[in-house]
C-alpha cells in the first residue's frame, strides 16, 4: 500500500543536485505527515536499505555520516511535502529513495517506520 508519493529523482552527474519531494497520498496521510515522524530511507541495488536522514514533529534532524554536510531534509506542512534537497552528489548516492513515517513524533536511532512510499530513482553518473 502505498502511502507516500515520492518524485524528483533522475540522473545527474558527479557534483550536481537534485531535490526529492514526498507528498501524502491521501489526506488521512497528511494526518500521518504532520504529526509524525518522516525519514528519507535509500536502497541501493544488492544492497541493504539505509537511513539518510530524519525530521522530527520537535524539528530535530539527523542524517548518516555519507551525507551529512550535503544533504538537507525539510518540511512545508501546509502542502504536506517533505524535501530531501541533494547536492555534491556522488556515484555511491545511486539508489533508490523512499520517504517514510513512523507512528511516533519524535525520531530515536531505533524508531519504526510504517508508512512507505513507493521510492524514486537517483543515478548519479562519474
Known amino acids: 500500500q502505498v502511502n507516500f508519493v515520492e518524485s524528483g529523482g533522475g540522473s545527474v552527474q558527479a557534483g550536481g543536485s537534485l531535490r526529492l519531494s514526498c507528498l501524502a497520498s491521501r489526506s488521512t496521510y497528511k494526518y500521518i505527515f504532520n504529526g509524525h515522524c518522516m525519514a528519507w530511507f535509500r536502497q541501493a541495488p544488492g544492497k541493504e536499505r539505509e537511513g539518510v536522514g530524519s525530521f522530527g514533529v520537535d524539528g530535530i534532524t539527523w542524517y548518516a555520516d555519507s551525507v551529512k554536510g550535503r544533504f538537507t531534509i525539510s518540511k512545508d506542512n501546509r502542502e504536506g511535502r517533505l524535501y530531501l534537497q541533494m547536492n555534491s552528489l556522488k556515484p555511491e548516492d545511486t539508489a533508490t529513495y523512499f520517504c517514510?513515517?513512523?507512528?511516533?513524533?519524535?525520531?530515536?536511532?531505533?524508531?519504526?517506520?510504517?508508512?512507505w512510499g513507493q521510492g524514486t530513482h537517483v543515478a548519479v553518473s562519474s
Open positions: 517514510a513515517a513512523a507512528r511516533v513524533p519524535r525520531c530515536f536511532s531505533n524508531t519504526d517506520y510504517s508508512y
